[in-house]
Nanobody, 129 residues
């Protein structure tokens, strides 16, 4: 059974930083691209970032580019999202996602943003003074 468990959210002041963690289990972590999406209050899901199987390729939404960094540790089956220079508009529930396509190559491409099949339960990030 695929399980994705996010942690690391919380309340932070504007300009602050947080590091989100996603512990994955139930599948061979290193053979699937992973990502993050978020949902702000009253809004739909927004794709945030994705990383390929080998952690070599990354992609970001324009709204977070230069402030967020996605990474993964395949030995620990863990996905991360380092967030700096946080803004009030970053307030949302952040979800870890697993993409559908199996690819054992470390150089695999990043799938399209909506091509994920599992999402975790989410962790709340609130940016407010």
């Amino acid at each position: 059974e695929v399980q994705l468990v996010e942690s690391g959210g919380g309340l932070v002041q504007p300009g602050g930083s947080l590091r989100l963690t996603c512990a994955a289990s139930g599948f061979t972590f290193s053979t699937y691209a992973m990502g993050w999406v978020r949902q702000a209050p009253g809004k739909g899901l927004e794709w945030v970032s994705a990383i390929n199987t080998g952690g070599i390729r990354e992609r970001y939404a324009d709204s977070v580019k230069g402030r967020f960094t996605i990474s993964r540790d395949n030995g620990e089956n863990t996905l991360y999202l380092q967030m700096i220079s946080l803004k009030p508009e970053d307030t949302a529930v952040y979800y870890c996602t697993k993409y559908k396509r199996y690819d054992p190559s470390a150089w695999s491409p990043i799938p399209a943003p909506n091509e994920y099949d599992y999402r975790g339960q989410g962790t709340q990030v609130t940016v407010s003074s």
